[in-house]
Every structure is written in C-alpha cells, then in structure tokens.
C-alpha cells in the first residue's frame, strides 16, 4: 500500500519528520538527495529512534586508523545512543540481531510517497 507521507520541500536536508501511517509511527529523513523512512522504534529500549540525530561514523580501518564517514546516514538513539544506518535499518554494532524496518519512498507529483 502507498500513502502520502509529506510534500516535497517539507523536509530539510538532514532532518526528519515523523509521521503516523496505518498506526505505525514512522520517520522520513532526508539527506539531500533520497527520501529514507525507517520506524520510530528502537529495539533495544523501544525509545522514539527517529528523535535522535543524524551522524557519520569511525568506518572500519587498520589498527590506530581512524577514518570518519557516511555522514548523515546513521541515526543514534536519543535514550541510549545505538545506532542504525538509515538506508537499511540495521545496527552498527550487531546488524544480524537488531535492526530496525525500513520502507520504501518514492516521489511522485511531489508528494513523498511511502510503501507499505
């Protein structure tokens, strides 16, 4: 099912805005380029995920190396600051146990469009 999430130009590059949809409270992020919508839900104290921020993070590197990136794509929770990569939903500290559901998002006729 599709539903009308928000208008195009509602969002700021880097914010999110949260929506209900269906009963599920859901964030749309924007990150300048793509529309991200991912549940506002953290599975480890099921605290309101998408009111945290948004961030990069220390990639993997040789020992005492550290390199900074994906800027903008990891959102950390407010309560106990897990964090999650916002295009896929899963943990950066054990992406095979915790993750969190993401949508698909399309644009269309300038509405933000999210597939559920």
């Known amino acids: 099912m599709k539903y009308n999430a928000?208008?195009?130009?509602?969002i700021?590059?880097?914010?999110c805005k949260i929506v209900n949809i269906d009963g599920r409270s859901?964030?749309?992020y924007y990150d300048g380029e793509n529309y991200h919508a991912i549940r506002n839900v953290c599975?480890?104290?099921?605290a309101e995920l998408c009111k945290g921020h948004f961030s990069g993070t220390t990639l993997t590197s040789k020992p005492h190396e550290y390199i900074y990136g994906m800027e903008g794509e990891i959102l950390v929770c407010p309560?106990?600051?897990?964090?999650f990569n916002v295009k896929t939903g899963e943990s950066?500290?054990?992406p095979d146990r915790y993750r969190v559901k993401v949508y698909d998002v399309s644009v269309e006729e300038d509405r933000i469009v999210v597939h559920i």
Do not use: K, M, N
């Open 6 to 10: 928000a208008e195009v130009g509602e």
């Open 12 to 15: 700021e590059i880097g914010t």
């Open 26 to 28: 859901i964030g749309i």
């Open 43 to 46: 599975p480890h104290e099921q």
């Open 79 to 83: 309560w106990h600051g897990w964090e």
């Open 92 to 94: 950066l500290v054990d």
